[in-house]
């Protein structure tokens, strides 16, 4: 869920030694390579696992504690990056919780260095002591940050949006979505008589001395770093499930006034489930259930957790571009469309966002026509075609933390759609759908990846069209 303007820094060569080798586009600064290349420091190591425990304080908007970061080392090194926001403060790392280990600090890198090289195929964990006030959220979820606020009976509510932005401004990790650990422990504590919850499931509540309560979350499957998420407040909480042999949990976190609303609102999850199950294959994370947790912004896609801001009504707080549109709760529909798309499979570089937002924009269509029918579909796709800009193209800047244009969600769908009526054989097109999420689930993946698989299954060459549609704004000659 974003579509933020990218802004661009007038870059300033620094001349510093690591990434050397990376070429810089113009008008890229040597911060935006730090975070968007996959530098040596980078790819030497491949994640397993976080634990993330950290406590979450809103009478002063802190957060304080550590990330202990697992990894299996691909080549030998005695130098790794990791990523925390600079306004973070670094108390320590230790390597393998022994003595602490020094770092150097650019931007929002942080440089390890180890007293021994550490060898290829071995598995070292590093723990990073940290704490600071991360930074505010302006326009959540579009802008990355904390939203410290209160519920209308002055309960503390605090939410967490960093997709874009970066899950380093509050926790620090390899922040470079080609990565992911295979699992993840995430602790938080919170003033007691509040509740946290994050992504997974919870495992275990613990009562701690001076007041506050620890809620240990597991995610069991890969987790991109910018879904980790918390939401600390007094929530009502009521629960269902569907599917069958095991049932996929349902569980729903909301104020507790908008309790009997949101039981008639979330009746909508399970035949969105079916309907998604039916396009794209199972839920993509099972063991770690469902979950909506209202928020004070309109959404977000955080993995088993997702985000509802959606005030409770139909359409997109109540707009729709066309009357189908309003039929629907659209944050309930898009954001949880991600779960396969974005989630499921994500993209490598953030340039090919339109991965998780074409495809996730197309879903809401498919849910129009598993609902309604496929002309009603073509009514809700054909109402965005008003919203295309054709400003920028949809696929952005490799290696420097550059999203393509906000084309990705209208104009995305309407390509997807317009690539079934080229294919012109939908018995294809819905199990090239599927084959996508069954060869690349848990895996991060390029356009390449997308365009070589649709090519794959159809036999022909569609190059030609996703180059026309994601790498140019030019209107096409028919
Ligand atoms: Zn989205």
Known sequence: MRKTQLFFIAGVLLGLTELTAQP????????????????????????????????????????????????????????????????????????????PVPFRREFNAVFVNFRKMLEKGSSHHIRIYYSGNPQVAKNPPWDGGFTWTKDSSGNPWVVV???????????????????KPDSMLISITVPRGLMDISNGRLRATTELPGGWTQYDWFVSYPINNYNVTVNVGKFAHFSDSCGSSPALTLDYYVLPQNLEQAKKTFEQVKPMMAAFEKYFGTYPFYRDGYKLIESPHNGMEHQSAVAYGNRWVGGYRGYAPSTVGLKFDFIIIHESAHEWWGNGVTSKDIADMWIHESFGAYSEALYVEDQWGYEEALKYINGKKPNVRNTEPIIGIYNVQHQGSGDMYDKGQLVLNTLRSVIDNDALWFSILKGLMDKFRYTTITAEDVIGFVNEKTGKDYNYFFDQYLKTTKVPQL
Request: glycine letters at 6%.
């Open 24 to 99: 810089k586009p113009p008008g890229f600064t040597r911060a935006d390579t730090l975070r968007g290349a996959l530098s040596p420091e980078r790819t030497c190591y491949d994640l397993t696992y976080y634990h993330l425990d950290v406590k979450v304080d809103p009478a002063n908007r802190s957060v304080r504690g550590s990330n202990a970061i697992y990894f299996t080392v691909m080549t030998r090194f005695a130098k790794m990056q990791i990523d925390l926001f600079k306004n973070m403060e670094i108390e320590r790392i230790v390597l393998d919780d022994g003595a």
């Open 161 to 179: 949006t960093c997709q874009g932005t970066g899950a380093s401004l509050w926790w620090p990790n390899k922040d470079h979505q080609a990565d």
